[in-house]
């Protein structure tokens, strides 16, 4: 007879530490979860790392898109309820982050040393105006750089 290869894990923690505590937390079905407690750590692990199994097992295609969009929905869902749970507002950086940057990279060195012209002074010097409109650098692009340790 052919038996089916199963994977199993097994965690143990001091009941004392926040590992521990996270275990008996769920183990006390959290929020009135219908789950068990292996079918609740199976439901939080795909959440976190489905698309990425399914990634380097080979899933390309659109069955992977579509396990991405469901994981992050999913765990949208869970920052949701940690913030009302926990009262915490919504960031505006935290928020900003999920907005995709258009971001050219050049390795022109002309570009590169008037780029860097900018991030030292914040302007164009005269000469280099008439290429080059001025944009105030907005707020959150100034945290964003200062977050990421360029001091733009």
Known sequence: MNEIKQEIIS???VAETIDGKIISYLKSTPLALEEDFSELVMATLKKH????ALL??????????????WAIGELEAQISCIRRICGIENDPVAINSLIKPQITVTTSSENA?????????????????????QMEIPEEVKQANQMLGWNG
């Open 56 to 69: 380097s097992s080979g899933v390309r295609d659109e069955r992977l898109r579509q396990n991405g969009i």
């Open 113 to 133: 040393s008037i780029l860097g012209k900018m991030s030292q002074t914040g302007q164009l010097n005269a000469d280099e105006d008439e290429e080059w409109m």
């Open 49 to 52: 790392w489905l698309p990425l």
């Open 11 to 13: 965690i143990r923690r």
